[in-house]
């Protein structure tokens, strides 16, 4: 008996997109849009999997198998396990044309540090399992990566070599977010060089050790980095109680040594999500490039940041990413056209919905008193013409006489749900 569901498989793969839709973070997003780069450290909120259309039938299979295998999130090693069986053995779903590493476009690596998972084996060489890949998250220890033969080439060899990559040329994102494994130079140029395809970088914290011969050898390269366009440094939120913050030194330093040699050519973003201090030697070098900038609302206040944001004489867009603390917002820039007010989405297993329900509420107060600073500095940003409020759905704030304040001045005020 035929027991194929009688439903065009185009309507199918529309439901399969939406049942498979994955959280904002691990999405290629627009580099001119609110949304910064950052991954919380807890679980995501739902599965994506859409496991009842997967097992309903071979029709079914084939709507949704893409959209399902589009993310993976590994966090077991017996689920590590598996997943290189399946890629590894190249096997063809029946009414699929192509196996399922093809279809994965973002991949979460949940290291534990301890177990000795075999991701070169994963990827495969020159990433050929995982040939579509964009973007790679880890959120542990790099080690598992294998850098340590091209970093011991790296301290007999002072120039740029070819060397064998695990990874596929479609890697565009990497997202290091430990916030208690601190990555070192070392570890960021073997990166460089055996992913050179990276333009959005995030680097949760650094380790400098300026007394170890490798991370001397390697601070000086021009290839480091070179097609990079987007870079967030810190994390909006740190993995546990345990776990101390990236220290204000430690990334300020890492900035200035990704202003030697190439100084990033293409850099157009930068998203501070720590404190941090920006060196002149960075703002000297991207004074022409940079163009966006996003910060966070409640650590170091914003307006400290003021000197140093207006060494970037092209800097246009300026995003404050709104928390349960507002502190101050930077006090001007004469080439500012558009200000966010970027208020992301809660952390996926947070409070109860009544106690969520009354920290929104504190968020809006918080929105609408930036709101009511930005109107004061007005005078200070001439070319500001949009100011943006991104919301959560069901939280669209009252913003009464301010609305009309920044009318009164051309300005146009709008609010996008994310």
């Not at 973002?106 to 994963?122: A, I």
């Not at 939120?237 to 990704?258: F, H, I, N, R």
């Not at 001007?332 to 992301?344: A, C, F, N, Q, W």
């Not at 509420?361 to 009511?372: D, I, K």
Request: glycine letters at 6%.
């Amino acid at each position: 008996m035929d027991v194929s569901p009688r439903v065009p498989l185009d309507v199918l793969e529309h439901i399969a997109a939406a049942r498979c839709e994955v959280p904002p973070y691990y999405r290629k997003n627009d580099i001119n849009g609110a949304i910064h780069l950052d991954v919380p450290y807890l679980p995501p909120p739902r599965e994506w999997t859409a496991v009842n259309l997967l097992l309903a039938s071979r029709l079914t299979h084939r709507a949704a198998s893409r959209f399902s295998w589009s993310c993976v999130r590994v966090s077991r090693v017996d689920d590590f396990d598996k997943l290189i069986d399946t890629l590894e053995g190249g096997h063809i779903y029946l009414g699929e044309g192509r196996t399922m590493g093809h279809y994965i476009r973002t991949l979460g690596l949940g290291c534990t540090g301890t177990e000795d998972w075999s991701v070169p084996q994963l990827f495969g060489f020159n990433g050929e399992n995982v040939p579509n890949l964009d973007i790679l998250h880890i959120d542990d220890a790099l080690w598992p990566l294998d850098v340590v033969q091209t970093i011991m080439r790296l301290q007999e060899d002072f120039a740029p070599f070819p060397s064998p990559s695990i990874f596929p040329s479609s890697l565009d994102t990497l997202l290091l977010t430990s916030t208690k494994r601190p990555v070192s130079i070392a570890d960021l140029t073997v990166l460089s060089i055996t992913a050179p395809n990276i333009s959005r970088l995030q680097v949760a914290s650094f380790n400098w050790n300026a007394n170890t011969p490798t991370e001397a050898q390697v601070s000086r390269p021009s290839y480091r980095f070179r097609q990079l366009e987007w870079l967030a440094l810190g994390a909006s939120v740190v993995a546990g109680p345990d776990e101390p913050p990236p220290t204000l030194s430690t990334l300020s330093k890492l900035l200035s040594v990704l202003s030697t040699g190439s100084g990033l050519p293409c850099l157009k973003r930068l998203d501070i999500l720590s404190p941090l201090d920006i060196p002149r030697d960075f703002t000297d070098l991207h004074a022409d490039t940079l163009e966006i900038v996003a910060m966070t609302s409640t650590k170091r206040p914003p307006m400290h940041l003021t000197p140093a944001l207006r060494r970037f004489l092209r800097l246009r867009h300026v995003v404050l990413i709104m928390g349960d603390a507002y502190n101050s917002f930077p006090l001007g820039h004469p080439t500012v056209t558009e200000i966010t007010l970027s208020r992301p989405p809660f952390p996926p297993d947070g409070p109860l919905p009544s106690i969520r329900r009354h920290t929104s509420q504190g968020s809006q107060r918080h929105v609408m008193q930036a709101l009511r600073d930005i109107v004061k500095l007005l005078p200070y940003y001439p070319s500001l013409e949009t100011v943006t409020v991104t919301v959560e759905e069901g939280f669209l704030p009252w913003l009464g006489s301010v609305e009309r304040r920044f009318r009164e001045r051309s300005i146009v005020i709008r609010t996008v749900v994310l």
